[in-house]
């Protein structure tokens, strides 16, 4: 069989493997220095854009776009009759044979909103890797070929249709991330942050693999259609002891096979802790604190937006594609995991004083907000969980674009160095202020507060009072770390601090040292880089227009 490729529905990932192809050639030829430098962020900036170019082009173009289909005849065919082999340009194209295959890339609605959160996410993530490269302490070159690999696999996953791609894709995400936590030289706590990192993706890794052979052992299929077409439909949580199955081979003749319930029950548990493991969801969320803290900025950002958005989009495939008939099952699991996600990360993130730490933890209990509708499985909850995540993705952005332009003038980056920023640098403080509100769902936030309003009522519909009342005491919890790092940025800073001394008491003398004196004077006068400040004016517009018009999102999602 010669199989057909459509380039028009893999053109966003192509372009970001080529441009990150070339990056990786000119770093090898082109001189070392500044310019060379700035040219292959230029460049890596413009590949990024060019790809959500594509992406707006596609979505307006509608339609389903489809490649590397498999027709029904082939593989046991639980698609239906008819197909030809070759057909995977037709597919695209929506034809009939598209529609009875089976594709392992398609380009829907799903895949369109997931690659432009990934896409609007990485021109902000590219523009603060302009500002930490500028110490020249990372190698660019390096730096961005591994950022454009990790953006490779974002784009590509959300269009994954089959266990092996979705994977593959979910690896070449979390696997460049390794090296660019590491990449700074002399940093102990970046190599720290990357071992942890790799620690915890390989032990994922492994327990996604035995669950996603677990489920191919019981449907002979990867393609995630073929699979719920193979799998009864469950109501319950509590499966008996065989399950039915359309064996292997698929001919009619053959009837139903039996295999174990706990097998399949297995297999989806497996996955479901695999993924939990990339989204940082309890009790698999232990790393996020010290690896974001330890990882440069931009990394912290591609962690808590990108990284994130990728592993939520694989979930959400397998959940309601592969396993929708299985949801009596899995769904107690996810309403439960959302509870524990949202309360262990609201919780940390009091204690903490440190801003990334924070970042960390809100983003933490972020994830359990965006798994509480799936644990519903509503009719609208994919389409809820998709709007929570892209709003949440714009404040959150936004929010990293202002620490990393107080990080690159506070080396400690505690929550006390934003203390009076709004008197030496107001734009910055009242940007954060607005992220931090949107986070926090208050006015004037609107986004913020639609995201929770949305979830919240889906979560209703869906009959899971106790998990709305989980989530509205988290809601409540959350409110006091936005609010108080919120009120630092307008506190006047102490012109002194006192000292205690062994017969006098306490006294006051003048802020030196390391105090907010000294930081007074080394923040006074001096704004942002310029592209600290278009990220910060991208996530602060985004934000803004998802405030105003926040309907967008949804219509889009669904």
């Not at 791609?165 to 460049?176: A, F």
């Not at 990394?299 to 937006?305: C, E, F, G, P, Q």
Request: charged share 10%.
């Amino acid at each position: 069989m010669i199989q057909s490729i459509n380039y028009a529905a893999i053109a966003p990932p192509l372009i970001l493997a080529v441009v990150a192809g070339a990056v990786l050639l000119l770093d090898a030829f082109l001189p070392r220095g500044g310019r060379t430098t700035t040219a292959l962020g230029f460049l890596t900036l413009a590949g990024v854009l060019a790809a959500l170019a594509v992406v707006a082009a596609q979505a307006l173009r509608g339609g389903r776009l489809a490649t590397f289909c498999v027709p029904a005849g082939l593989n046991g065919g639980a698609g239906g009759a008819g197909g030809t082999p070759g057909t995977g340009g037709a597919a695209g194209a929506g034809s009939a044979g598209g529609a009875a295959s089976s594709c392992s890339f398609v380009v829907d609605g799903v895949t369109l909103v997931f690659g432009a959160v990934v896409l609007c996410a990485a021109v902000v993530v590219v523009l603060l890797s302009m500002a930490q490269l500028a110490d020249r302490t990372i190698p660019p070159g390096e730096w961005y070929f591994l950022l454009l690999c990790t953006l490779t696999g974002a784009v590509t996953l959300p269009a994954s249709r089959d266990l092996i791609m979705l994977v593959v894709s979910l690896e070449l995400v979390s696997l460049p991330v390794f090296a660019l936590a590491a990449l700074k030289r002399y940093d102990a706590r970046g190599s720290e942050a990357a071992l942890k990192l790799f620690l915890v993706s390989v032990i994922s890794t492994a327990v996604m693999l035995f669950g996603v052979s677990l489920l191919y052992g019981v449907t002979g299929s990867v393609h995630l259609d073929r699979i719920a077409a193979r799998l009864p439909v469950s109501a319950s949580a509590f499966p008996r002891m065989y399950v039915d199955f359309v064996a292997s081979g698929g001919a009619a003749a053959d009837g139903p096979g039996q295999v174990p319930a706990g097998v399949l029950t297995v297999g989806v548990v497996l996955v479901l802790a695999g993924f939990a493991f990339k989204v940082a969801a309890v009790p698999f969320h232990f790393w996020a604190g010290d690896v974001y803290q330890g990882a440069p900025v931009p990394v912290a950002a591609l962690l808590s937006v990108i990284s994130k958005s990728a592993g939520f989009a694989g979930l959400i495939l397998v959940l309601t594609t592969a396993l929708a008939g299985q949801a009596g099952m899995w769904r107690p699991l996810v309403a439960v995991l959302a509870a524990l996600t949202m309360t262990a990360g609201n919780l940390l993130a009091l204690r903490q004083r440190h801003a990334v730490r924070l970042l960390a933890w809100s983003s933490v209990a972020q994830s359990g907000y965006i798994l509480a509708p799936l644990g519903v499985a509503g009719r609208a909850a994919v389409s809820a969980s998709i709007a929570y995540l892209a709003i949440y993705a714009a404040m959150n952005i936004g929010a990293f674009a202002v620490v990393m332009a107080v990080s690159r003038r506070a080396e400690r980056n505690e929550l006390d160095d934003y203390r009076g920023l709004a008197f030496r640098a107001p734009v910055p403080a009242l940007a954060l202020a607005f992220f931090l509100i949107c986070l926090a769902g208050l006015p004037p936030g609107l986004a913020g507060m639609f995201a929770k309003i949305v979830v919240f009522r889906e979560i209703v519909q869906g009959g899971a009072g106790w998990l709305a009342v989980v989530m509205a005491v988290n809601t409540v919890i959350g409110l006091y770390y936005y609010i108080g790092w919120t009120a630092r940025l307008f506190a006047p800073v102490p012109a002194t601090r006192p000292v205690t001394g062994p017969a006098t008491g306490q006294v006051t003398v003048p802020a030196t040292g390391p105090d907010e004196g000294d930081l007074v004077d080394r923040l006074a006068g001096r704004a942002p880089s310029p592209a600290v400040t278009v990220a910060i004016a991208l996530g602060l517009a985004a934000s803004v227009a998802f405030s105003i018009a926040p309907q967008l999102v949804l219509s889009v999602a669904g």
